[in-house]
């Protein structure tokens, strides 16, 4: 009995010695072994995903080490022209000082002109990764010529009489079609899986690699605000989209985040959207069959230019429609301000600062970010909130967020 017995303890001290060098030489055992995973699979907890820290293992614990033994194939993607360039020195030196620095992830600049040499070494010079600038093809750029003139311009007028922000402004319409439908298929950008669009700056240090969670997570789209969009801007856009599901309903993802979108079902628009001015994502979830042909019936449309539907709601209702609803991300603990440069918004004005929103974190990821914006002054500034919706609006869980609509998809 005594000998069973010694058998069955030599046992079980060979699985426990196993179990704790396979936890310390292989990351992905340890991470489907942990507690903290096998709680989450034991127990049906229902909240989002974000709820869960991210895990301690992906943080730089030195501010000044930088990471190099695991990377995703990923690139930082920033739309801009030659007049931005005051504006885009700003972001980079953030997006380096903040984050870029400690990983090193490479640079990618599109431009509808080419590139002047003084842009190209003023914005080279603030990082030491890799830097590289494309020029758009024209056919990508600009307004097709299919699209009615006449009606596109009678549209423009009436959207400039009602004072809708960006109405009368062809370029901007030109920059929400390209980020729709074409910033993707650019040259520069095959070679890669994952973009972050920082059109943004930043009010904390980032000391873990977003990138990795996309990856290790199978996130396909990473956000930080969520809200409605202008009605005036998309009158059209929700039945062209029931349209398209009612053509294709083979291509809409089976747990998808419809009720993200729709209050009802689908019948109706709820017009929330993530803000695409900070987007992290997956370019296969653009270059797959389901958004190819979703962009393609949209363009078709002409509502990109007969109307003034925008990139963020076109994005927010691809990646809502064809990824699951744990495949979005939302990054509550990226601290962030709108970008001093918001390119392509005039002919005439260009470095524009158009801020109406940032994103503040909250408690412990305030504090782990070492952040130096107000908590309490978070998702956007009151006095332009009041403009467009109502004079409190800038909480995260405020009326005119959309954050409380993506949290209760999971309870």
Known sequence: MMTSMRYVLLVLGIIISLHYILSFSHEGYGRATSLSN??????????????????????LHDNHTV?????????????????????????????????????????????????????????????????????????????????????????????????VIYGGNVPYRNMCRFNSGFFYRQ??????????????????????DPFLIMQ??????????????YEATIPTLWDTVKE?????????SPDNAMDFLSDDGGVTYNRCHFWSNFEIGDLELWRGEAYTKFFDFLDQKGGFYYER?????????????????????FFNDIG??????????????????????????QGDSHKRGKCWCDSTQNFGRPQIISIIACDNGYKDYDWYSCLTKYDRMFT
């Open 309 to 329: 539907w925008g990139d963020a709601p076109v994005h927010s209702i691809g990646a809502a429609l064809f990824a699951r609803k744990d495949q979005i991300h």
């Open 244 to 252: 398209f599901i009612a053509a294709h309903p083979d291509l809409v």
């Open 67 to 163: 990471q190099l033994d695991r990377k995703a194939n990923a690139a930082i993607v920033i739309l801009a022209r030659n007049g931005d360039i005051n504006g885009v020195v700003s972001s980079v030196k953030q997006m380096e000082d903040r984050f870029n620095k400690k990983f090193s992830y490479p640079y990618v600049f599109l431009n509808e002109e080419p590139f002047e040499e003084s842009f190209k070494s003023r914005v080279s010079a603030l990082t030491d990764a890799t830097v590289e600038f494309g020029l758009i093809p024209a056919d990508n750029w600009h307004q097709p010529s299919w699209i009615d003139e006449a009606n596109a311009t009678a549209s423009r007028e009436e959207m400039m009489r009602n004072n």
């Open 216 to 229: 290790d997570q199978k996130k396909v789209y990473g956000f930080t605000i969520s809200l409605p969009e």
């Open 38 to 59: 096998i709680k989450e699979h034991l127990y049906d907890v229902h909240q989002p995903p974000y709820k869960t820290p991210v895990p301690d293992e992906y943080y």
């Open 187 to 208: 040259e520069l950008l095959q070679k890669y899986r994952y973009y972050w669009r920082p059109d943004v700056k930043f009010y904390c240090d980032l000391d873990y």
């Open 336 to 361: 962030w301000f709108t970008s001093p440069f918001y390119p392509f918004s005039s002919k005439t004005i260009l470095g524009y600062r158009h801020e109406p929103f940032q994103h503040c974190p």
